[in-house]
């Protein structure tokens, strides 16, 4: 009985952890002919991953179909194997987050030793599924100049996305970064979208902001989705599907410091003859990220097989705010208000105060 509840539990864990890797991870589908056009059947399917050197191996079905689910997005190569039949292979192409990508193979007759390497072919486009959705690659995410390194400010570069007018509503008192992120996809409002970050939960469900911000050196790419998306998201008009970057066979790594201080701010407008000083002001963002194989020297090596990928991030803001402001003069003080142009009646009598502006009795 105690074996039994055991083997339970670790099938829901398991259960649990592909539902949530599909919402991030892509996969390979496609069909393998012949030149005749005929299906094949029992060709053998590797899809190798280039960072890792991770391979996944199928067979097609008797329609000549095969699927690779469950793909980490990276770059992979792809082999088709039939005996009768040369090798044919497609390599460095991109998969995406969340993308279903469709390979069709046609084999030509010959040695397995001979391979035909299918290079100059048109872009992959995604026509398995309904979903609409536009991905925000690792490249533009840390090029791209970001105020307060929030990389949510480049869902604005999806088409029918509207980014940074004002907070509402719960949003508003959430604080942070969070009160001043509003992201409108498909003219919808802002509380109707959903966040989620490697296949788990990071919506904030009392106004459906974010719960966790990544560092930007830490993600891999992340996609804005619309439209009839799979069911394993679950709810709301619109998705943020947020990867981060998986450990591989490289070392990689990154140290860094952003800072901002009133010595290098622009003085503040005023609408007064008596120009402020700029406020004090410092803002410090500082962390690392680092990822690889895991690796113990003259005990493990760890690549091909087992990878880490590790990021902290700390934050401090400090600053005090001037504010001008008019004050009560020593004559009003005494009750003299004729220095204000507009007229001003006692709330009791209705009676203009004498000597006030155009004040009648």
Known sequence: MKSFSRIAVLFLLYSGAVCLIAQTSGEITGEVRDSSGGAL????????????AVARTVLTNEAGLYAVPALQPS??????????FRAA????????????????????????????????????????????????ENRRIVDLPLNGRNFLQL???SPNVSFGFGANGAAGRQGGSRANTSISIAGQ??????????????????????VFLPSIEALQEFKVQSGVYPAEFGRAVSQVNVS???????????????????????????????????????????????GGPVSIPKLFDGRNRLFFSSN????????????????????MRQGDFSAIPQQIFDPLTRTGTPGCGDARQ
């Open 244 to 290: 981060t970057k998986p450990g591989t066979n490289r070392y990689h790594g990154a140290l860094f410091e952003f800072f901002r201080n009133d010595k290098l701010d622009a003085k503040q407008y005023a609408f007064t003859t008596f120009r402020p000083p700029k406020d004090p002001f410092r803002w410090n963002q500082y962390g690392f990220y680092l």
């Open 189 to 210: 409002r802002s509380m109707f979208n959903h966040y989620t970050l490697d296949g788990v939960e990071n919506t904030n469900v009392e106004a459906n902001t974010y």
């Open 41 to 52: 059947k029992g060709a053998t399917i590797t899809v190798t991953n280039k960072e890792t």
């Open 75 to 84: 770059v992979y190569d792809l082999r088709v194997e039939m005996r009768g």
């Open 89 to 136: 292979s497609r390599t460095g192409f991109e998969l995406q987050v969340q993308q279903t990508a469709r390979i069709d193979i046609t084999m030509q007759l010959g040695q397995v030793n001979e391979v035909v390497e299918v290079s100059s072919v048109a872009p992959i486009l995604n026509t398995e599924d309904a979903t609409v959705g536009t991905v925000i």
């Open 155 to 157: 869902v604005a570069l």
């Open 312 to 331: 902290f991030e700390g934050f401090r803001d400090r600053r005090e705010m001037r504010i001008v402001a008019n004050v009560a003069t020593a004559a």
